[in-house]
Nanobody, 126 residues
Framework: QLQLVELGGGLVQPGGSLRLSCAAAGFTLEHYTIAWFRQAPGKEREGIAC????????DYADSVTGRFTIARDDPEIMVHLQINDLKPGDTAVYYCAAARQSIPPICELRPLYTTWGLGTQVTVSS
């Protein structure tokens, strides 16, 4: 059974940083497109960052561009999301998701992914 686990959430002060990690169990991430989503209370799940299977294509939501960076680990064990300059509006449960890389070799910020983690809570508060 394919599983994803999100690591690295927590409580951070505004302006702080976190690195979230997405780890796979039962498969490697080598041929998978990976995306990060988040869902705040009372809001819809939002796609915020994605990366294609070979790391050559990335996309970010406008709300996080310039502050969030997605990167693949070597040898394809984890995908990380570096989050800088955190704001209270970033408070949410963060999920990673995976799907087999398709053609063209891009990634999507829409929730079209087949495998999802259970999420990790990020709270930004002073």
């Amino acid at each position: 059974q394919l599983q994803l686990v999100e690591l690295g959430g927590g409580l951070v002060q505004p302006g702080g940083s976190l690195r979230l990690s997405c780890a796979a169990a039962g498969f490697t991430l080598e041929h998978y497109t990976i995306a990060w989503f988040r869902q705040a209370p009372g809001k819809e799940r939002e796609g915020i960052a994605c990366i294609n299977a070979n790391g050559t294509y990335k996309d970010y939501a406008d709300s996080v561009t310039g502050r969030f960076t997605i990167a693949r680990d070597d040898p394809e064990i984890m995908v990380h999301l570096q989050i800088n300059d955190l704001k209270p509006g970033d408070t949410a449960v963060y999920y990673c998701a995976a799907a087999r890389q398709s053609i063209p070799p891009i990634c999507e910020l829409r929730p079209l992914y087949t495998t999802w983690g259970l999420g990790t809570q990020v709270t930004v508060s002073s």
